[in-house]
């Protein structure tokens, strides 16, 4: 091979490898009308502060948790991943990017808004709520985003053991097959990882025939071996994963199948569950 069939070859070989990092590596933010968030009109019951959201989870406060697990996590090399399902407009997630910049943040969202629909609309909602300045959003990395309806047995796409927090606000009230989401949640958190849920909303736990309280199905289940509890604020539960992470709770209605055309009485959230004994 003479000198300019080699050279060429490397040349080839560099500009595939330069191409190669380039797609594989994600634009931190793309071009966008940067004046766009001063006409936009959020929907009140998605703009909750993350203020509104410690007050609900009292006497702990996320930022405290998300600081206890960073610091252990950094000393371990390890990254700390946090999670927020129904993440509604990200304004939760992005004051929490604030002031945990090295945190990798996720937000799940079941379907896409006129006002949220794509990871740059984080950069929206920051801008909206004076969270972050346009150069700081510049130069940030965006928590990922997914949009997908986990209703009806649905799965989150990742691996087991990848998160180290994982809640919900004003969200688990429209989902049908809460407890089976729950385990979906135990199934992705780390040994030890901890989830908070917020607005359980109304959901039928049965005992021997018996409709229980929430705080009384809760200590059922806790007698289980599962770490969990009810909080001061009516229909707050957290839950840490154990070895034994499968909730003892059968739904009155089983999953179906396929889920394309459910009837919107089936897809009614209000639904029963019986405790397995």
Known sequence: MNLRNILLFISITIIGL???MYFQSEPRVRSI?????????????????????????????????????????????????????????GRVLMELKKKFPDVEFYGVNKEKTHTFYRRESFIMTALKFEIFTKEEAEAMDLPYLIFQDLDFGGRLPYEANKFDLIYSQNTM?????????????MRVLKPNGVSFHTDLGPVN???????????????????????IQSLETPDTLVFKKTENNIFPLEPHQPIPEKNENISQEMRRPEMGYNFVE
């Open 18 to 20: 330069c191409l190669s």
């Open 33 to 89: 009308n940067w004046d766009q968030y001063k006409n936009l009109q959020y929907n009140e019951e998605r703009s909750h502060s993350l203020d509104d959201l410690n007050k609900k989870t009292t006497p702990y406060r996320l930022e405290d948790l998300i600081f206890e697990v960073y610091a252990k996590n950094h000393m371990a090399g390890e990254k700390t991943r946090v999670m927020e399902i129904g993440a509604g407009n």
């Open 173 to 185: 009230k429209y989902i049908k097959y809460k407890f089976e989401l729950f385990s979906e949640i």
């Open 205 to 227: 736990i049965y005992a021997k025939g018996l409709l229980l309280e929430l705080r009384d199905a809760v200590g059922l289940v806790r007698k289980k071996g599962l770490d």
